[in-house]
């Protein structure tokens, strides 16, 4: 398995792909309870009466837009949970900073910086993420010669959007540049849609069942991506 030698672009999906993200949010979850715990008990009493799954799909089905925004959703959750409080706003800007820090504390896979570093004399590096992690933070941000991320104005994968970005700021066609990600709909489908060759990154090595034909290339680790994108 070898890539086209027409490709002279790599983009990347982030969560899940470069990094496990569950346990970073999971630990975000747990050290923004801690902190409302010592600065807003009363905020946290709210956050914990309903579960997040419920209140996130309650201000999505409120506004639909936020959807293509982690950040913004993130925010506007925090919002109303000090505004029912009757809490200073201010606050809960405070509150979705000690969030984002603690989100952005991922464990990258081993072997992605050297990846990257290895990429960059051959290819040209993009990121193409519905995700919202701080990759100053992460260390990484260097790496890459732009950096897409779904907004209010920018729609997530499988959107087409954002690979086209990539590809008009890289100046190229889509047979042109490869994306490597772990979903098979926003990254596999997503891809495809714009033309681009998907590479489905399939750490637990399941059988393809997407809504999207088969991508073009899976590996199923680092190295192994390595191989096909490095030879």
Known sequence: MSLSPDVRAVAF???????DCAPA???????????LAREAPEVLERHAA????????????????????????????LAELFREAKHDHALSEEAYKVFYKARSEVVLYEGV??????????YRVAAITNGNADLQQIGIADRFDIVLRATLEVPAKPDTAMFSQALDHFNLG???MVHVGDSPT????????????????????????GPAPAPEYTVTSIPELRTLLLG
């Open 13 to 19: 999906d982030l969560d899940d792909t470069f990094w």
């Open 25 to 35: 949010i999971e630990r975000a979850e747990s050290i923004l309870n801690d902190w």
């Open 113 to 122: 910086i050297p990846l990257l570093d290895a990429l960059r004399p051959r």
């Open 50 to 77: 309903v579960p997040m799954l419920e209140r996130r799909q309650a201000t999505l089905d409120a506004q639909p837009a936020l959807a293509s925004d982690v950040s913004a959703l993130r925010k506007r959750m």
């Open 174 to 176: 889509p047979q042109a």
């Open 186 to 209: 926003t990254d596999v489908a997503g891809a495809q849609a714009a033309g681009v060759a998907a590479v489905w990154f399939n750490q637990s090595g399941r059988a393809w069942s």
